[in-house]
């Protein structure tokens, strides 16, 4: 294909503009399925506010021993979940 002449170029004007769109476009929308997550705090608690979300998360890693997780995989869990859950699950 030759991109000759006033048509040649309103055509390759016309194919780099679509594709400019078409990223452009679909990044917007990933972006509003997939939203960045900020964490701030949450008043005085030791807790931290997804501001994404607007629920309440744990920064601290979960000290539940290894048979625990274990125990909990294989049977469900036990114990009910922590609350409010680890940040980022």
């Known amino acids: 294909m030759q ?7 309103a055509v390759f004007v016309l194919l780099i503009s679509g594709a400019v769109v078409i990223g452009f476009g679909s990044g917007l929308f990933v972006g509003r399925q997939f939203p960045a997550h900020r964490y701030e705090r949450f008043g005085n608690s030791p807790y931290l506010l997804d501001s ?15 048979s625990e997780q274990y125990w909990d995989k294989a049977l ?14």
């Open 52 to 66: 994404a979300t607007g629920k309440v998360c744990d920064p601290r890693p979960d000290t539940r021993s290894y």
């Open 76 to 89: 469900g869990p036990v114990l009910p979940a922590p609350y409010p859950p680890p940040c980022g699950k």
């Open 3 to 9: 991109f000759a002449g006033k048509k040649g170029i």
